[in-house]
């Protein structure tokens, strides 16, 4: 569209897009998704605003395909075409993601966080010392791995002088929380103007109010449907029809006006729109096989349908989408076939058999194949969507029966890891009827429970789970334990909003099926058999067992599936009161995760890990855990509740951010059938008010998680919180209740951990002497065990306890020496409560100053200790996910408010730092 006609009635749109590039333009970048329906005027927005970027910005543009969305990072390649040149720039192993997800590589499936983090660096590397636009239209029709890395980048722009448009019809999940700018219809003086100049010859009175009625300010509804109508229906002499919907009617009127063309013309546009890379050679090689030749694209071009330059391209998407959907279903198969002819099977294999595909109506075995071998490689690139789309059509094509129900057992294992479980479902269902081998029909069963569970959540899915891995016993023992641990990890997970019986029905069965697994030396089985003892008879009857596990795990280099379910080691440690292990082992399964890219893996694993640098103290380190789990969740959509984000708000004392996550945690722990939630929440709270003196408040969080105590994890850590806000409410037999019931889960770990906790619970509920003693005991054996947040717990309460006694000078120097180890872990509810302690026996604290501690972001201040750590620029985006050179900036601002020259400077500067207030309110 020529920049000197005027958008009619889009002067707000056009405003905040270019006010988009003027920001990119002085540095700072962004992201703005433009939604609207078909027609509405979308890509006329983005003509204008590139047209009017054009100078010192650089512009990369693609239109996303529909054809596409099957061909995993399809879009992404597209989009990264020319920035691929600066690839080098980036760190090794984000250059060999995006390399393997490009086919440019041969390995493994490349992180998907990587491929993102990768796509974030081109972009900073093409924007160079000016700006850069980057556009997609059409972005409703991304491959989803391609969506999500673009939304992943799109989320960590900051000061790299990026402009990232997105136009889609409806704002799909990946880009959820983007900002908007959503394109209505225009207003009626507009629409009757744009009709006017769309009809010179006029239009009757009647037939243009009912255009622009149905129409909606539609404005290529309003330029298109007229064409369409015949002499007498401008007139008015024929009422119009409102049955079909908007896009179809205009997508209708567009093939009409196509149909003076020559039928050969009318076949290139179709060749055309069946290839979706735009490649002019392509085309020009594909219409030699189908006889076609340039007097076709001249009629094409003239009819102004068609533009052929560097790219092919329509001039509206609608014009693809109209054009491909009227033809024939012969004539689609005639243009794939030509296409597949013309398509290189070394370069580009994927898309040549998704055209032979497209061009197979009868069962193919050799088509099939070829299609097989395509979803190999798109698992290999990380594309679990994309391998279920060529299983799926390959299924179709098998001419045998017995290697079609192969194709579609595999297709639905691949619709499962893609997160599409219905689809998972609807593939078993179909491979019915056909002959199955016994293995064929155990792997279905597990499938089927599988997928189930994943949709329903409900008390069936562990025993279906069991009873699939009985199944597959004599047939696949790997894979069967693997099921047996899931149908476990099912039970455990549902736990109170489960059958009350089912964790002891499934933990015997697997007793029952693997009495060799207690000789084994493999972590998997020993784990699985440590798990179920745990479960069915108590820590006693199952430590030595859990023991060699977690040994297996941290020595030996675990195979694909100990690495998925080296988390249960984890939990195991937490279970056992055993916090070196609980770190060890998350740490060992995060190295291990990373170093091979299983992304699935990752988020428990760092879930973990984040348990365990809460325990010792390191809530910083916690927080930016917790950033890396919200990154991979961007990227790959992992449902992983926030429990690591409630935790930190309940131990810093914020009231409305704890409030906030508990309220999030609790319902969706009800709609996924987990009690596992509902018991981190309980903890949480309890937590939460015993740090800010709110015990009757803690006492109701904690009584909900007493009966539960045998599920250990968060519920048997609630019953120390329970035990402190009732002896603090004067609730003396529920107070001794929940201390009888933390002993018999702590006794049988004997760690110091679990002697500690005992011990010093059991120190609130005693008097005189044996009270001191007791909690002088819990601190030894918290000091002992390193873990400085129970120490300054115990010595809180110890001196509290003091000051009842009038024993200030005692109870001063406890509450002290409390303080300052709990606020400088940030736990700042309990710290405040230590100073409301000191100030009532008649000291005053001098309290830490927060200073430009205050002033510091959260991005800053992860910035700063990682710098002071030694992390390079580029090492610190990595981590934390942004640019380079959002990390230059940030510490550039970090150095101006804390008044330092450099790095050198940091860890002075960041250790006078006070911590932040908390939210006590």
């Known amino acids: 569209m020529s920049q000197a006609v005027p958008l009619r009635g889009r002067h707000r749109e056009l405003a905040e897009l270019d006010a988009l590039v003027y920001r990119a333009r002085a540095g700072h970048s962004g992201a703005l998704v433009v939604a609207g329906e078909a027609g509405v005027g979308k890509t006329a927005l983005l003509d204008r605003m590139a047209a009017r970027a054009a100078a010192n910005v650089r512009i990369e543009r693609i239109g996303a395909s529909e054809s596409e969305m099957e061909l995993a990072y399809a879009g992404l390649h597209q989009l990264c075409g020319q920035m691929m040149s600066f690839a080098g720039c980036l760190p090794d192993p984000q250059r060999e993601a995006i390399e393997a997800a490009f086919g440019l590589r041969q390995g493994s499936a490349p992180s998907p966080f990587l491929v993102g983090l990768a796509l974030l660096g081109l972009l900073t590397e093409a924007a160079g010392d000016r700006a850069l636009l980057c556009v997609v239209d059409d972005a409703q029709w991304l491959d989803e791995a391609s969506a999500r890395a673009v939304a992943f980048a799109a989320r960590r722009l900051d000061v790299e002088g990026i402009a990232v448009v997105l136009a889609m019809r409806t704002v799909g999940e990946a880009f959820a929380g983007l900002p908007q700018l959503v394109v209505a219809g ?108 340039s007097g076709d694209v001249d009629a094409a071009t003239d009819a102004g349908a068609l533009a052929v330059g560097a790219r092919v391209g329509f001039r509206h998407p609608l014009v693809r989408s109209a054009v491909y959907r009227a033809a024939s279903p012969e004539d689609r198969r005639r243009v794939h076939a030509a296409l597949a002819d013309v398509t290189s099977a070394d370069h580009d294999p994927d898309r040549r058999a998704w055209h032979r595909a497209s061009a197979t109506l009868r069962p193919d075995e050799e088509v099939a194949a070829d299609l097989e071998r395509s979803a190999v490689r798109a698992r290999t690139r990380g594309g679990a969507a994309a391998a279920g789309a060529f299983l799926e059509r390959a299924a179709e094509l098998t001419p045998e029966p017995v290697r079609r129900g192969q194709r579609l057992i595999a297709a639905a294992e691949a619709k ?179 170093a091979e890219g299983v992304v699935t893996v990752l988020p428990i694993a760092l879930s973990l890990l984040m348990l365990a640098q809460t325990v010792d103290g390191e809530l910083d380190a916690a927080e930016a855990t917790c950033d890396e789990i919200d990154a991979i969740k961007d990227v790959t959509g992992n449902p992983l509740p926030q429990y690591g984000r409630l935790f930190l708000a309940a131990y810093r004392g914020q009231v409305a951010e704890t409030e906030r996550w508990a309220e999030r945690i609790r319902s969706d722990a009800y709609a996924r059938g987990e009690g596992f939630g509902l018991s981190a929440v309980n903890f949480a709270e309890a937590v939460l008010y015993n740090g800010l003196g709110r015990f009757a408040e803690a006492v109701d969080a904690g009584r909900r998680e007493l009966p539960y105590a045998h599920e250990l994890s968060h519920a048997m850590r609630t019953l120390l919180e329970l035990v402190e806000a009732a002896a603090h409410t004067g609730e003396r037999a529920l107070a001794e209740q929940a201390l009888e019931r933390l002993a018999s889960v702590t006794r049988p770990a004997g760690t110091g951990y679990a002697l500690g906790v005992v011990t010093m619970a059991e120190a609130q509920l005693r008097e005189g002497d044996e009270a001191e003693t007791l909690f002088l005991d819990a601190i030894r054996h918290f000091e002992q065990e390193r873990i400085p947040i129970m120490v300054g717990r115990c010595r809180l309460l110890y001196g509290e306890a003091l000051s009842r006694l009038h024993r200030h000078t005692e109870a001063r120097e406890q509450l002290r020496t409390a303080y300052e180890l709990l606020s400088g872990c940030g736990l700042n509810g309990f710290a405040d409560r230590a100073a409301r302690g000191l100030s009532a026996s008649g000291e005053t604290l001098r309290t830490r100053t927060h200073g430009s501690a205050a002033r510091l972001t959260d991005q800053e201040l992860n910035v700063a200790r990682l710098a002071r750590e030694g992390l390079t620029n580029r090492d610190i985006g990595t981590r934390l996910f942004i640019s380079a050179r959002t990390a230059e900036y940030h510490l550039r601002k970090v150095f101006m408010k804390l008044g330092i020259r450099g790095r050198a400077e940091l860890k002075t500067a960041l250790a006078e730092l006070g911590h932040a207030v908390s939210d006590a309110g």
């Open 416 to 594: 499962h890891d893609a997160a599409a479980p219905a689809a998972a479902l609807r593939l078993l269902d179909a491979a019915r009827g056909l002959p199955l081998t016994a293995l064929q029909e155990a792997l279905i069963a597990r499938l089927r429970a599988r997928a189930g569970y994943a949709l329903r959540r409900d008390r069936d899915g562990a025993q279906l789970l069991l009873a699939a891995a009985q199944g597959l016993e004599k047939l696949d023992p790997v894979l069967a334990r693997d099921t047996y641990i899931e149908a476990l990890a099912a039970a455990i997970y549902r736990g109170r909003l489960g059958d009350a019986e089912q964790v002891a029905t499934v933990s015997n069965a697997i007793l029952a099926a693997t009495p060799a697994a207690e000789e084994s030396d493999r972590a998997r089985d020993l784990i699985l058999r440590g798990q179920a003892l745990l479960a069915a008879k108590g820590q006693e009857a199952a430590m030595a067992t859990l023991r060699r596990a977690q040994r297996a795990f941290l020595e030996e280099v675990p195979d694909a599936l100990e690495l998925h379910w080296m988390w249960f080691a984890s939990r195991a440690a937490q279970d056992l009161w055993d916090p070196h292990g609980l770190r060890a082992l998350a740490q060992r399964q995060v190295e291990l995760a990373r």
């Open 186 to 293: 225009l207003g009626h003086d507009d629409a009757c103007e744009l009709l006017r100049l769309a009809t010179p010859g006029g239009l009757d009175r009647r037939v243009r109010d009912q255009l622009i009625a149905e129409a909606h300010g539609n404005p290529l509804a309003l330029r298109e449907l007229p064409r369409a109508l015949s002499p007498a229906e401008i007139a008015g002499g024929f009422a119009l029809t409102g049955s079909m919907p908007l896009e179809s009617r205009i997508e209708q009127s567009l093939v009409a006006q196509l149909e003076p063309l020559p039928e050969s013309a009318r076949l290139l546009l179709l060749l055309a729109a069946a290839d979706p890379t735009g490649d002019p050679g392509l085309l020009w090689r594909a219409s030699a096989v189908l006889g076609l030749g």
